[in-house]
């Protein structure tokens, strides 16, 4: 299994920095890297240059909101999971795509939604549609199949 890791950014240098920093050090490494920037002018371009090399696939190009940001990463996406980890979000430690990875294989890959922990958020007892209506998943801890993004409705 391959998992698409897809940061989106706009003129927010710190924050990107930070979280390319906590993806390029995991000791997990079965994952590709995309970066999607909204045409940065805050120095951000020279912070996805400075780590090129653990990316697969960036490009800095006007675009008409996040969403639109993040359906170019899914398009580029060739993991069968994608996660979204966009500029300011951080993974919390090095290893854990590792610890996530071990699970999922232990469940055999069955999920098309994996929704972990996040600092400030507490994981529902249930994911359901009413969870949905009243609130949302966050983007940031949620795996997500990609076959989920490309069905028809």
Known sequence: MKLSIITINKNNVKGLEKTIQSVVCQTYSDFEYIVIDGASSDGSIEIIKKYEDNINFWVSEPDSGIYNAMNKGIKKAQG?????LNSGDYLINNNVLEVFFEYVCLDNNKAEIYYCNCLYKEIPELINVNLLIKDSLNHQN???????FLRKK
């Open 80 to 84: 069968e999971y994608c996660l979204f």
């Open 142 to 148: 949620s795996i997500i199949k990609k076959s989920l």
